[in-house]
């Protein structure tokens, strides 16, 4: 693997995904209809040095905000929301590590990050009776270390990392107070014995995020490469919030492409014959409807920069307030991000004619992108919790989807 240049400020960053972005979008459409993977361009993410950003600045890296990285995410998402998913689940997972890692572990899995090594998520599993259970599990060896079995589904990027994060209870270990077993991450070389990458995810829409399947047979893990997940939890905590700020700045990537899109859409199509216009563009009716859609993902824009900016506050100063109100404000953002995603997706068509329906301009992308997407965790949770917050000031939970 290439040894990635190592980008210095959140200035940086932003202009290198708005330089990806360009080059990225410029066949996502047909990456997205044939189902290819984005390989290339996932190993132009880990060239770029953005991988490594978040790399605290004691070990080297440029630790830029969370303002920063969010704003990475929403241009990479408006020129092609499957890649833009890729490296989610990589940034959540440094996160971790940062907060729960031994210091031998941010040492190793910092510099690999820098390199531009890429790591996956292995978390969600089908079986359970809701998405919060887990069944695979890190069980004790008699040899020191552990052995991981299990099964897991929606493993964003697993194909293309370099490390495998696996979320697992750790079997015989006390239960926590509230009864649940505990959890840890273990990190995973991907090619490790014992572990199976399956491409069988076939999503409508973020087809090319390869979010397939991961098999786990008696992958034996070393101690070291075990962190704790539960103990996230155990205070006022922005873990949650940090990783749901990135998939709101996803969902307004999308809404700003959808945008971009129904323009050049408008640009090409016909005026209706009653409007006496000369131009699509020229129909105030056409107009009015551009104008509302902007209006809405603006909007969504702007609580997001707002929620980042919490977030960042709040890790400024975790208090219970503080975290608290970063939970919330994301929560709006996220909720106001996804419909501005699935309305300005939508709005593209009726802005475009029924030339923008055709196949081979692959428009339906960002509407496809938007609802698989928004369906990552519901929003109207996230609703509830913002109207307790405001009715009577109840904080909302700690857990890792507010």
Known sequence: MT???????????????RKL?????????????????PAAEVAELS????????VPARFGGAEVSVAALTEVFRTLAAADA??????????????????????????????????????????????????????????????????????????????????????????GEAPLP????PKALAYIRRGTEGVTVEDDWDGMGQRTTASGTVRLDGVRVDDGEVVPYSPLFDGPTTYGARA?????????????????????????????????AGTAAGDPLVAQQAGEVE??????????????????????????????????ATAVARVAAARASLEASSALFELGGTRSAAASPNLSRYWR???????????????????????????PPRHGQL
């Open 47 to 54: 060239e770029s040095g953005l991988l490594g950003i978040t």
């Open 244 to 276: 749901q700020v990135l998939h709101a700045a996803i969902d307004a990537g999308i809404a700003r492409g959808a945008v971009g899109a129904a323009v050049l859409a408008v640009a090409k199509a016909r005026p209706w014959f009653e409007s006496g």
């Open 178 to 181: 509230t009864g649940a077993a």
């Open 82 to 171: 499957s890649i833009a998913q890729i490296p989610h689940s990589h940034f959540v997972f440094l996160e971790a590590l940062r907060r729960q890692g031994t210091e031998e572990q941010h040492a190793r899995y910092f510099a690999e990050a820098l390199d531009g090594a890429r790591f996956a998520n292995a978390q969600s599993e089908r079986g359970g009776r809701t998405a919060a259970e887990d069944a695979t599990t890190l069980r004790r060896r008699e040899d020191g270390g552990y052995v991981l079995d299990g099964e897991k589904y929606y493993s964003t990027g697993a194909l293309f990392a370099d490390w495998l994060v696996v979320r697992a209870v750790l079997a």
């Open 295 to 328: 209006i809405v993902v603006r909007a969504a824009e702007a609580l997001l920069h707002e929620a980042a900016d919490a977030v960042d506050t709040a890790e400024r100063e975790p208090t219970g307030g503080a975290t608290a109100r970063a939970s919330v």
């Open 21 to 37: 972005a360009d080059s990225f979008a410029e066949q996502a459409g047909d990456r997205d209809r044939e189902r290819r993977p």
């Open 369 to 395: 992108d938007a609802r698989t997407h928004t369906l990552h965790d519901p929003a109207r949770w996230k609703v509830q919790h913002v109207g307790r917050w405001l009715l009577s000031g109840t904080p």
């Open 3 to 17: 040894t990635a240049p190592v980008i210095q400020s959140g200035e940086e960053a932003v202009e290198v995904a």
